[in-house]
């Protein structure tokens, strides 16, 4: 049987009233998306909808030390592209998974990082700008070579250690991302030919706003960015 007649055989079983069978049907699918609609967020149940997850406006994270640094966000969807990232994509991949970690080991490595280097510029006071970006700049290095030395004279963390020695060279990217709010999230590319559109992203970040290059006191505000997915890149492992 084709779809179409599969679809046409469901249409047929709306009809309550054979004087008005187009009104009958219209009634019958308006109630069936607002069903499908709000079964995606009532727990317990399954849902009418294409999606098997359940809508959540805020995302559920482990609170186990061992888990917090590696929250599950979501999976990708769709055929694998297997490639090796370039030195500078692999730093900027590894810097941005510790700046945006707020696991409470991380901090207190990023504490003792910023501690340092105030000690080893007692001679030429650092401005909060250049404070900043030589923490930004070199915490990753630091924070791998601290690891290693932890590693061979106590017990850390398995996640901490994996965390240091960054990404692997070795990265999948794919076409779509279901997050775990419900939501599938596709490249602009991949919807060119497709009515509904979903490659518009918003992220919310904390950002720091500098007057000058010699202010010493940003301002830290919630800057909204808006962009267009493009080609996802998902770290094989850590």
Request: hydrophobic letters at 30%; charged letters at 30%; one cysteine or more.
């Amino acid at each position: 049987m084709y779809p179409i007649e599969r679809y046409l055989g469901t249409s047929k079983s709306y009809v309550r009233n054979c004087a008005c069978p187009e009104g009958s049907i219209a009634e019958a699918y308006i109630a069936n998306e607002c069903l499908a609609f709000c079964s995606r967020y009532l727990e317990g149940g399954d849902s009418r909808s294409y999606y098997s997850r359940k809508c959540d406006d805020e995302i559920e994270h482990e609170t186990s030390k061992e888990e917090c640094l590696f929250p599950s966000t979501g999976e990708s969807y769709g055929a694998v592209d297997v490639y090796e990232m370039d030195e500078k994509t692999l730093l900027q991949a590894h810097r941005h998974v510790l700046f945006n970690c707020e696991s409470e080991v991380v901090e207190n490595y990023k504490k003792e990082h910023i501690a340092e280097i105030k000690r080893s510029h007692r001679k030429r006071r650092l401005t909060q700008h250049q404070l900043d970006r030589m923490h930004f700049d070199t915490f990753s290095e630091w924070f791998k070579e601290k690891v290693k030395e932890l590693e061979a004279t106590s017990d850390i963390l398995k996640n901490v250690i994996v965390l240091a020695r960054g990404p692997s060279y070795i990265a999948k990217r794919f076409n779509a991302y279901d997050g775990n709010n419900g939501y599938r999230f596709r490249t602009n590319q991949s919807e060119e030919h497709l009515e509904t559109q979903n490659s518009g992203v918003m992220v919310v970040s904390k950002t720091k706003s500098y007057a000058s290059s010699s202010d010493n006191a940003p301002k830290s505000s919630n800057i909204t960015y808006y962009e267009e997915l493009w080609k996802m890149t998902w770290i094989s492992q850590l």
